[in-house]
């Protein structure tokens, strides 16, 4: 019942919309025949595809993930090394890859998430260069048997707040 009632209500509405807007007794004006020319803009030619990345900013990444790469496999910690990193242009993310040789990986990732969080100012700082060209740094953490448990990953819009 409610329904009609709002469609008769809509109805009425545009009824005395049309009789408010539409004026009486004079016909629609007719177009006039001194129309001006109109300018037509000189075709621009399509714009090529943006590119993933520049090719120097692709470039520094990579150098980044090749100087983090040396003298790997590091010990972050007594049961946490760090095994590997690297840079996915496609997708802007860099990696860090950590093993840990814990037997109970849920306690070590409470302490991986605790250890990044401690040091998300100083790794906000220290990649502000990276994080600016919109790169996600994405801390991925396996177990011995190379099971991933976890993964973190701190976006630009998280190291907004220590610039």
Not at 25 to 50: D, F
Not at 71 to 98: C, H, K, S, W
Not at 111 to 119: A, K, Y
């Amino acid at each position: 019942m409610m329904k009609y009632i709002v469609g008769l209500g809509v109805l009425g509405l545009a009824v005395v919309g049309y009789f408010v807007l539409v004026p009486e007794g004079r016909p629609p004006a007719s177009p006039t025949a001194n129309i001006e020319a109109i300018a037509i803009p000189e075709p621009v030619p399509p714009a090529e595809p943006a590119a993933l990345g520049a090719p120097d900013e692709e470039a520094f990444l990579e150098e980044v993930a090749a100087n983090a790469r040396e003298g790997l496999p590091t010990a972050v910690t007594d049961t946490l090394t760090l095994n590997d990193a690297f840079f996915l242009p496609r997708m802007r993310i860099m990696e860090y890859v950590y093993v840990t040789s814990s037997s109970y990986s849920r306690a070590t990732a409470i302490d991986t998430r605790s250890m990044i969080e401690s040091r998300a100012e100083v790794i906000c700082l220290d990649g502000r260069e990276m994080f600016e060209m919109g790169v996600t740094l994405r801390n991925s953490f396996f177990d011995g048997d190379g099971d991933m448990f976890q993964r973190v990953y701190l976006l630009a819009e998280d190291c907004r707040a220590f610039y």
